[in-house]
Nanobody, 116 residues
Framework: QVQVVESGGGLVQAGGSLRLSCTAS????????VGWYRQAPGKQRELVAA???????NYADSVKGRFTISRDNDKNTVYLRMNSLKPEDTAVYYC??????????WGQGTQVTVSS
């Protein structure tokens, strides 16, 4: 059973940085695509970044050059380093294993709030 625990969110001023962690159980991050997603109030959940087993990485255009996804296989954890944060990055951030379907279960997520 896929289970993840997201952590590392918080309140930060615009231009600041945070590092989010996604600790997985029930599956190995090194052999699965793992994605970071976010959902802002009143908006649909969107994919922010994803890393494949071969370390092929994709970013949403809105975060390219500011966010970095990485993986620690020994800790079975995927990270999202977020620099130069903007108020529009405010959202609840989640990680999960695609494909995302109507029956996908989500963790609690971690709240990121960027003040202007």
């Amino acid at each position: 059973q896929v289970q993840v625990v997201e952590s590392g969110g918080g309140l930060v001023q615009a231009g600041g940085s945070l590092r989010l962690s996604c600790t997985a159980s029930g599956f190995a991050v090194k052999i699965n695509v793992v994605g970071w997603y976010r959902q802002a109030p009143g908006k649909q959940r969107e994919l922010v970044a994803a890393i494949s087993p071969a370390a092929i990485i994709n970013y949403a255009d809105s975060v390219k050059g500011r966010f970095t996804i990485s993986r620690d296989n020994d800790k079975n954890t995927v990270y999202l380093r977020m620099n130069s944060l903007k108020p529009e990055d405010t959202a609840v951030y989640y990680c999960n294993v695609p494909p995302i379907t109507i029956s996908t279960r989500w963790g609690q997520g971690t709240q990121v709030t960027v003040s202007s």
